[in-house]
C-alpha cells in the first residue's frame, strides 16, 4: 500500500465500487426477469386450464339429460 499514490488508491477504489455496482444490478435484473417469467407461465397455465364454453354447456346439457332419464324411469316404476 506504501507504493501507491492516494490518487492511484482512490481510482482504483472507484473502479471497484463500479465494478460491485454493475454485479449487484445484474443479481436485480436477473431475479426480476426469472419472476417475470414464472408469473408469466403460472398465468398461461391458469387460462389453458379453463373449459371453453362449448364445453361448459355440453357438459350442462349432459347433464341434465341424464338426470331426465333418472326421474323417468323413476316415476314409471312407481
Not at 364445453?55 to 324411469?73: Q, R
Amino acid at each position: 500500500m506504501g507504493d501507491k499514490t492516494p490518487e492511484e488508491r482512490m481510482a482504483t477504489l472507484e473502479t471497484d465500487i463500479k465494478y460491485i455496482r454493475e454485479d449487484v444490478k445484474d443479481i436485480k435484473d436477473n431475479h426480476l426477469k426469472q419472476i417475470y417469467q414464472k408469473i408469466e407461465c403460472i398465468v398461461q397455465k391458469l387460462s389453458s386450464k379453463r373449459p371453453s364454453w362449448t364445453v361448459s354447456w355440453l357438459i350442462t346439457f349432459l347433464g341434465s339429460a341424464v338426470i331426465g332419464l333418472i326421474v323417468l324411469l323413476l316415476t314409471r316404476r312407481l
